[in-house]
């Protein structure tokens, strides 16, 4: 029940908890640690059982962690325990006093720092960092049990109550250990960081520290020493002084303040001089301090979050290490020096991580893509060079761009489009001597785009474009055709032929899916070509591209609005989501409604939150968004046109009317320089409106192939399921290509245990609150260094649809389920077409992510809801409920009273 400190290793969580086993491992690695012991969870269990915790944690209920509390404190420790305890402190002041005194006769008790150590603590993905408690300067066998015994209590205070239930873990599997630990009578003490917890860079140690005790460091009591170094180099890159009293020990328990800054000779190893400009440490101290850092990371194999303290004879000590569980993991290197990814995900709004197989699948449309321009990866499932994996995302490599001449011109005005937030990131990396130029010549990129052209048939369909846009919209109408025909395989297709089918589809996606876009990007160019002849400005010509046809998304958001003036309201007004989609599953609801949402099903059932994963269930699977949103609709009585006049159909037609307004405005104008440039001007934003609707087709095809790709992989998945490979069909999901060829061939094996470890990680990485737009292989997150402060009274983002609106802020995370009262401000992370629903009852739109290109921006402008957009964390920094003012011409959010 009581194990020596260089007793633990670190497989030993079970027994002594993270913290314990974090020390054992330094320990064992020869980095200084104070001696001591650890009290193991057997203890904690003998204790919890003479409670009656179990019981108490299976009844669960309200006050669950007060209750557990009150029974640990109160219940008796068994007489073997308290020997153990008692026992083993008395051996560690032995030790100390002897290693300190010389051989004595009667120890001394020793001051301990007696520390929680649960077994969830300090894992990967959680470091559990504070939520139990710690006694620092305790004394004396007695004082020592009973500050065990408030450990074990801690174990149940509200906060890691809350913690663990937020990150998914059970509260009947965890146990604590106790850490008694040897004070050091530290000088000066704080805490280390191996990578850079803001930035993310790794390798760069940040250092807090402050004199006396590293307690009041790391509660924030005091305001500590900063420092900066290269773990690698030992180069210190930034000092900042503080302004803190150093903290002693106080008997029995927690720390406390001995006076003003300390003079030049307190606080500091020896006594001697303090470091440049008067820091708590000097600079070898602070390289020694990084030096130690560096090796208990490549002892972890991972960055580490450290204590550490200086003794009076200036030794120093480490007293804790865990992992850094914010910093978000980095891309297998596929090239030698500094690489930049760009997040795929976050350009395309869906923040959480995908599906193994999603991941897959990508792999394949990228090399698909590769191939359609000339350069085919050596294995396709392995996908092109430039697409990476990192939790569980989907990362696209910019370096390569980034070290061209015409990369540099070109990647700002592409992600304009679609990233405006990434322009300026993209601009300053530029800049970095760490990325220099590599290619100037702009040739070989001229020649790489006039082949993809040529294979892609861009010039045919551009000419289509200009001069037959009718013929361009009748390709895209038997592209969906030859699309379903393509996904359509007989009922006897074996499950190999499936998984095949699986892969050419994939494989052959990108030439099919990109051909629209020449349309598409013909029509924005003549837009822009537009405003440079009439002399007026893109933000200007905003109006031109409302309610414009051909987008499939919002042709599908204003069928289900038509939807919902035409089914039975009754239902849908007073059931709840989960009691409609039983009733549509069971064909029970009424008719109207019934024949409806199958109808619409048909056509857009392929769709989904988070589309872009095939892992995922579309609505034709799982309709309860899309009931969700009928509900919505009917609660704002769309048979009656909708409240406060948000009836999308009307806002449509007043959409178009403002489109035809802008575009004879600016035809006016261009008439004042010229009749020809004035025809030219009508001309252009004439096939503008045409073809810019056209540019969320391919994406709408795209998610129609997962969709169709995904029907077949399930079905793969129950052909396992019935072999007894797998326990469920959605199993499939969580392997590869590979492994389901292995498994369909009868060879593969332990499928289940890969497919328990990948949930496993996938949850993990759901619970991940923040993904980087764009990273570099040193982790450093360029946006975290160019963070900068809003203007008061204001946040900033994109200015992505025109128009001002002051209402009531609506934060949704998760479209599924979110209801949005007429005329709210919708606020949110980022947007795909699963979320559009949302905006027909929206008054205005306010994002985290996207440029004024993006598919929120091109939908709010499309209904005529004023959007900003880009809007650094608007999900956090805006409340609901809270009154904003979102003017959409100037990009600002503005708090109202």
């Known amino acids: 029940m009581a194990l020596d400190l260089s007793q633990v290793r670190g497989d030993m969580i079970a027994e002594v908890g993270g913290k314990a086993a974090g020390l054992g491992e330094l320990i064992g690695a020869g980095l200084p640690v104070p001696p001591g012991l650890v009290v193991t969870t057997d203890a904690y269990r003998r204790v919890a059982d003479a409670a009656g915790l179990a019981a108490l944690i299976a009844a669960g209920g309200d ?36 290693g300190t005194a010389g051989p004595v006769a009667v120890p001394v008790p020793v001051p301990v720092a007696v520390r929680s150590s649960a077994t969830a603590e300090d894992l990967p993905f959680a470091s559990f960092a504070g939520q139990q408690d710690t006694y620092l300067g305790v004394t004396g066998p007695q004082a020592v049990l009973d500050a065990v015994r408030r450990c074990w209590a801690s174990l149940w205070t509200d906060r890691a109550v809350a913690y663990r239930e937020a990150n998914g873990v059970g509260h009947a599997g965890v146990g604590l250990a106790v850490v008694v630990q040897a004070m050091v009578d530290a000088r000066v003490a704080g805490v280390m960081f191996t990578a850079n917890p803001v930035t993310g860079r790794r390798h760069e140690a940040v250092i807090d520290a402050a004199p006396g005790l590293g307690d009041a460091v790391v509660s924030g009591a005091v305001n500590p020493d900063r420092f900066v170094a290269d773990t690698r180099t030992g180069e210190i890159r930034e000092r900042r002084a503080g302004d803190r009293p150093p903290t002693r020990g106080r008997p029995g328990d927690g720390t406390e303040a001995h006076g003003d800054r300390p003079p030049a000779t307190r606080g500091l190893p020896g006594g ?30 991972a960055p580490q979050d450290t204590e550490w303290a200086i003794g009076p004879d200036g030794t120093l000590w480490l007293t804790q290490s865990r992992p850094i569980t914010t910093l978000y993991p980095l891309p297998e290197p596929r090239g030698a020096g500094l690489r930049v990814y760009f997040s795929i995900n976050v350009a395309q709004g869906v923040m959480g991580p995908l599906t193994p197989l999603g991941l897959a699948a990508f792999k394949l449309i990228g090399s698909g893509a590769a191939a359609a321009v000339g350069r085919p990866p050596a294995s396709p499932r392995q996908g092109p060079p430039a697409m990476a994996v990192a939790g569980e995302r989907l990362w696209f490599d910019l370096t390569v761009p980034l070290r061209s001449r015409a990369g540099r011109a070109i990647l700002p005005r592409v992600l304009q489009v679609g990233e405006a937030r990434a322009v300026a990131l993209v601009r300053e990396l530029a800049a970095d001597p760490r990325l220099p130029v590599t290619h100037t010549s702009r040739r070989p990129l001229l020649r790489a785009a006039v082949r993809a052209a040529r294979r892609l048939g861009v010039p045919a369909k551009v000419a289509w474009a200009l001069f037959r846009p009718e013929r361009a919209l009748a390709y895209t109408r038997r592209l969906g055709e030859d699309l379903d025909a393509r996904l359509r395989l007989p009922g006897t297709a074996t499950p190999a032929e499936r998984l095949r089918h699986a892969e050419r589809t994939l494989g ?29 400005s893109l933000a200007e010509l905003q109006d031109v591209l409302r309610a414009v046809p051909h987008n499939p998304t919002t042709e599908m958001d204003l069928e289900l609005w038509r939807l919902a003036t035409r089914v039975e309201p009754e239902p849908f007004r007073r059931e709840p989501v989960a009691e409609l989609a039983r009733r549509y599953r069971a064909g029970t609801l009424p008719p109207a409604a019934q024949r409806g949402i199958a109808a619409f099903l048909d056509v857009y059932g392929h769709r989904g939150v988070a589309e872009i994963d095939l892992g995922v269930p579309r609505w034709s699977e799982e309709p309860g968004h899309i009931l969700g949103a009928l509900a919505n609709y009917l609660r704002a009585d769309p048979a009656a046109g909708g409240q406060a006049g948000h009836d999308p159909a009307a806002q449509f037609a007043r959409g178009e009317a403002a489109a035809r307004r802008a575009v004879a405005g600016a035809v006016a104008a261009a008439r004042r320089r010229g009749r020809v440039r004035a025809a030219v001007v009508r001309f252009a934003l004439g096939r503008a409106r045409q073809l810019t609707g056209l540019r969320e087709l391919p994406k709408f095809l795209l998610v ?19 072999a007894g490979v797998l326990d469920a069909a959605r199993d499939v999901f969580f392997l590869d290509f590979a492994e389901l060829e292995a498994a369909v ?71 599924v389920g979110a209801h949005l009262e007429p005329g709210e401000i919708l606020v949110c992370p980022s947007t795909d077409p699963g979320w559009t629903p949302l905006f027909l009852t929206a008054g205005g739109l306010v994002m ?7 598919h929120g921006a091109v939908v709010a402008r499309e209904y005529g809801i004023p959007a900003v957009v880009g809007v650094p964390d608007a999900t956090r920094r805006i409340g609901s409920g809270e009154r904003v003012t979102v003017n959409g011409a100037t990009g600002t959010v503005t708090a109202e009273g």
Do not use: N, W
């Not at 598409?520 to 002399?535: I, N, Q, V």
């Not at 260094?785 to 209402?807: D, H, K, R």
């Not at 985290?848 to 993006?854: L, R, T, V, Y």
């Open 704 to 722: 129609k192939v997962l969709a169709g790709v995904r029907a077949d992989l399930s079905k793969v998945g129950d052909h396992l399921v019935e």
């Open 745 to 815: 061939a009868g060879t593969g094996r332990g499928l289940r245990e890969t497919v328990a470890a990948r949930r496993e990680v996938h949850e993990r990485e759901r619970r991940r609150g923040h993904v980087p737009r764009i990273m570099l292989s040193d982790g450093t997150e360029p946006e975290a260094l160019l963070a900068g402060a809003a203007p008061e009274g204001a946040i900033t983002g994109t200015p992505a649809s025109a128009g001002t609106v002051t209402g009531t802020a609506r934060v949704v995370l998760d479209p």
């Open 848 to 854: 985290e992510m996207g440029g004024a290109m993006s």
């Open 508 to 536: 052959g996606a990108f030439p099919l899916i990109v051909s629209v876009m020449p349309m598409a990007l013909t029509g924005y160019g003549l837009y822009g070509l537009a405003a440079k002849l009439s002399g007026r």
């Open 272 to 301: 001697g001089a303090e470091g440049p400009g008067g820091l708590c440490l000097t600079d070898a101290q602070v390289r020694e301090l990084a030096g130690l850092g560096a090796r208990a990371e490549a002892h972890f194999g």
């Open 63 to 98: 006050g669950l962690a007060a209750r557990a509390r009150e029974r640990l404190l109160a219940a008796p420790v068994p007489p073997d325990v308290e020997r153990a305890v008692t026992g083993a402190y008395e051996k560690l002041s032995a030790a100390v006093t002897e």
